[in-house]
């Protein structure tokens, strides 16, 4: 079995993989949830660097991510 990285570099990168991968303007619902579930997971481990630094060098550009993907999916 394949050894994952719990790095939340490498698991961003997954996300950001998996909003890309979006076909659909539902399957960026999903995505959506995605990004969420990661934030609480931030949020939950590491609180101090969280608020400091990984909200907006992580978590606010996946958001974008999702956003601009939604609005090319609408066209």
């Known amino acids: 079995m394949e050894n994952r990285s719990t790095h939340y570099g490498d698991l961003a990168k997954w996300v950001e ?34 608020w400091s630094n990984l909200q907006y060098d992580v978590i606010w550009p996946l958001e974008n991510k999702i956003v601009y993907k939604r609005n090319q999916l609408r066209k």
């Open 17 to 50: 993989k998996v909003i890309d991968s979006c076909e659909t303007y539902q399957q960026t619902f999903t995505a959506s949830k995605l990004v969420t579930n990661f934030r609480k997971q931030l949020m939950k481990n590491t609180p101090d660097k969280y």
